[in-house]
């Protein structure tokens, strides 16, 4: 078995991604944003956050037309796992691999906090080993996710103060098939007690049965 971490020019969290693929079991590879395949046996990716490309014309733009998307769009669709993170959500989101739209925060300023988050779909395989309540770090500029929150399958909301100005305090959406996720907050730096949190493992524990 494989996790397939994605690495594009401005990738800042792919080491950390890799990490927490390792503490849950897994095994994990890195894959440049230029190759047109997966390696052979990938049974999931993870596109980690960052800054893409800069962020040049908008988060996630530019990245969604990497040569490596073609790949994760064919993994997808035949119902590998994808998970984005952070930057990761906006490029799978600007791919249309999952609806909706990351917008700069109500604040129009960076917030890096300590969060706590809501299960609203525990029937998804990232979802299913997670607490209901879990404490997870955001760090981010456009995290606010723009949408119809009816037309979208929403996976985990903000609990308490929605810290960075979602529409309906969404945190995270997967695909109808559950296969795709993405979420703002950053599940690979609550892996650890030393971080401060556990509570993110449990999604990366879903790559490793993959």
Partial sequence: MSVAVVRFPGSLDHESAVRAVQAAGGEA????HGDEELPAG??????PGGFSYGDHLRPGAIASRAPVMDAVRRHAAEGGLVLGICNGFQVLCEAGL???ALRPNATLSFVC????LDVADGD???TRDLPARMSVPVKNHDGAW????SGARVVLRYAGENVLGSVDAVAGVANREGNVMGLMPHPEEAVDPLLGSVDGLGIFAALARA
């Fill in 42 to 47: 990938t049974r999931a990716v993870v596109l």
């Fill in 98 to 100: 999952l609806p909706g």
């Fill in 124 to 126: 998804t395989p990232f």
């Fill in 29 to 32: 590879r890195y894959v440049w």
């Fill in 146 to 149: 723009f949408g119809d929150p």
């Fill in 113 to 116: 906090r300590q969060v706590e």
